[in-house]
Nanobody, 127 residues
Framework: QLQLVESGGGLVQPGGSLRLSCAAS????????IGWFRQAPGKEREGVSC????????YYADSVKGRFTITRDNAKNTVYLQMNSLKPEDTAVYYC????????????????????WGQGTQVTVSS
């Protein structure tokens, strides 16, 4: 069974940190561009960060630049999203996705659900 599973979400105070993980099973992430997306209630889905499978280049939404870092560990078949200096507006369900052949920035701005998607993990930033 091909699937992506997100973990690491939770409740954190403003200014805190979380690290999300996106683990793949049934397929190898080496051949895929991976993206993290989020969706808050009543808002459209937003591409947060995406990472290439070829050169490790990454794209970040302006809203998270300097605070979030995406990395991939192909040996563990896992992609991470380190989130620092969290703000209440970061509250959302975070999803990871894998797409085979796509430019990194194009993946983060896509509006469809192309490729494989996880079920999401809730991140709540609140005092």
């Amino acid at each position: 069974q091909l699937q992506l599973v997100e973990s690491g979400g939770g409740l954190v105070q403003p200014g805190g940190s979380l690290r999300l993980s996106c683990a793949a099973s049934g397929f190898t992430l080496d051949y895929y561009v991976i993206g993290w997306f989020r969706q808050a209630p009543g808002k459209e889905r937003e591409g947060v960060s995406c990472i290439s499978n070829s050169d490790g280049s990454a794209y970040y939404a302006d809203s998270v630049k300097g605070r979030f870092t995406i990395t991939r560990d192909n040996a563990k078949n896992t992609v991470y999203l380190q989130m620092n200096s969290l703000k209440p507006e970061d509250t959302a369900v975070y999803y990871c996705a894998a797409v085979g052949i796509i430019p990194v920035q194009a993946m983060c701005v896509m509006t469809n659900r192309r490729g494989y998607w996880g079920q999401g993990t809730q991140v709540t930033v609140s005092s």
